[in-house]
Antibody
Framework: QVQLQESGPGLVKPSDTLSLNCFVS?????????WGWIRQPPGKGLEWIGSYYQSGNTYYNPSLENRVTISGDTSKNQFSLRLNSVTAADTAIYYCAKIGQDGNVYYWGQGTLVTVSS | DIQMTHSPSFLSASVGDTITISCRASQYIDIYLNWYQQKPGTAPRLLIS???SLQSGVPSRFSGSGSGTDFTLTISSLQPEDFATYYC??????????FGGGTKVEI
């Protein structure tokens, strides 16, 4: 059974960097699939942020590409998100997810709310 | 970028109704279209992949159709647990994904 668990600060100051980790159990992140981050502002829809592939390749939403970094740590079986220069518009529930090579999001973490506020 | 547009954004229905939700892609995406259900306070759940393929454990009252740019999700005989928000998502551009804005199904 694949499980994903997000962790990180729930409050980030404007202009700071948002950093989240996603620990994966039940599947090795080096064994296939994309490992992605998806966010959802309160009361709004879903936005794909980006994905990390087993090979180490990364793919980002063009609207966030200049501020985002996703990386993987196979020794800890986790992957991470860094989003620079945050503003209130980055306040959202952040989900980590296991995405198949077919682009289907099969497994989701429970989500973690990150609020950007001074 | 491929944009996904839902219609309607909100839908009021009753238990037992049959409803249809539409999703349109800004360009051709073949059948690379998925549907998710999200209930308040929980992560989305994959219902249908490849436009019409029901995921394991999803009730047969859910069905999907379409190809190219226009897709529909139909829920027959709405049940109380079906009141939720539904999102379409294109996987044609994998690994670049896009979600629609969602359709909230309310009583």
């Amino acid at each position: 059974q694949v499980q994903l668990q997000e962790s990180g600060p729930g409050l980030v100051k404007p202009s700071d960097t948002l950093s989240l980790n996603c620990f994966v159990s039940g599947f090795y992140i080096s064994s296939g699939s994309y490992w992605g981050w998806i966010r959802q502002p309160p009361g709004k829809g879903l936005e794909w942020i980006g994905s990390y592939y087993q090979s180490g390749n990364t793919y980002y939403n063009p609207s966030l590409e200049n501020r985002v970094t996703i990386s993987g740590d196979t020794s800890k079986n986790q992957f991470s998100l860094r989003l620079n220069s945050v503003t209130a518009a980055d306040t959202a529930i952040y989900y980590c997810a296991k995405i198949g090579q077919d682009g289907n999001v099969y497994y989701w973490g429970q989500g973690t709310l990150v609020t950007v506020s001074s | 970028d491929i944009q996904m547009t839902h219609s309607p954004s909100f839908l009021s229905a009753s238990v037992g109704d049959t409803i249809t939700i539409s999703c349109r892609a800004s360009q051709y995406i073949d059948i690379y279209l998925n549907w998710y259900q999200q209930k308040p306070g929980t992560a989305p759940r994959l219902l249908i992949s490849a436009a019409s393929s029901l995921q394991s454990g999803v009730p047969s009252r859910f069905s999907g159709s379409g190809s190219g740019t226009d897709f529909t999700l139909t829920i027959s005989s709405l049940q109380p647990e079906d009141f939720a928000t539904y999102y379409c998502q294109q996987s044609y551009g994998t690994p670049h994904l896009t979600f629609g804005g969602g359709t909230k199904v309310e009583i």
